[in-house]
């Protein structure tokens, strides 16, 4: 199952509250993933297995470094201004009191790290438009998980996020390890993810 999209209608003056009306009305399938990207509203199909267990695993790790104020979350939306864009991470980790209680999307800018694993599917979302999307509103750290790339499956970890530009702080295919810096100071074995 691929993507589905809704592209607003061009010309008749949509504006980011319809955009986000339709967001909060979809009815999407159970596990599915909706998100606005550039302007469209897009549903994505529920991760796979191999998916779920690199999130899982990934998370494990990550919660024997944070601080007790900090947390993980999967299914918290993030506000990209300027960009039309809310997206869903993978994962998110910020400040337990950047959530107001509301449910309204976070601003990219208040996440520690965003973590995005790529699917078959939408594996360029990921790479190309949510790169872009984080640097632009100031996301600290983005770790991309790619077990598509090209039949190398990578992890690359982008920061220093400058103009809607994040420069490359490290990348290492499967199986190598990446390090995370402070305050997170851990080494992630991506040799414990499974490969699609």
């Given at each position: 199952m691929?993507?589905?999209?809704v592209d607003p209608v061009p010309g008749n003056g949509q504006e980011w509250d319809?955009?986000?009306?339709?967001?909060?009305e979809t009815d999407a399938p159970e596990g599915c993933k909706v998100e606005i990207i550039e302007g469209i509203v897009t549903v994505s199909p529920p991760p796979s297995d191999e998916h779920n267990i690199t999130a899982e695993l990934l998370q494990r790790?990550?919660?024997?470094?944070?601080?007790?104020?900090?947390?993980?979350?999967?299914?918290?939306?993030?506000s990209i201004p300027g960009q039309d864009?809310?997206?869903?991470?993978?994962?998110?980790?910020?400040?337990?009191?950047?959530l107001t209680g509301t449910g309204s999307p976070v601003p990219a800018g208040e996440a520690l790290l965003v973590v995005e694993i790529t699917s078959k599917a939408n594996a360029n979302h990921d790479r190309i438009k949510k790169a872009h999307g984080y640097a632009?509103?100031?996301a600290e750290l983005f770790l991309l998980l790619d077990p598509w790339h090209s039949g190398r499956p990578t992890a690359t970890l982008y920061g220093d996020p400058e103009r809607g530009t994040y420069r490359v702080l490290e990348s290492v295919e499967y199986g190598g390890k990446l390090a995370l810096p402070e305050p997170f100071g851990l080494e992630v074995d991506t040799g414990m993810f499974p490969v699609c």
């Open positions: 691929s993507a589905l999209t319809d955009l986000v009306r339709i967001w909060e790790r990550l919660y024997a470094v944070l601080p007790e104020d900090w947390g993980i979350y999967q299914t918290v939306g993030v864009g809310l997206y869903i991470p993978d994962l998110v980790i910020l400040p337990r009191d950047a632009k509103a100031g």
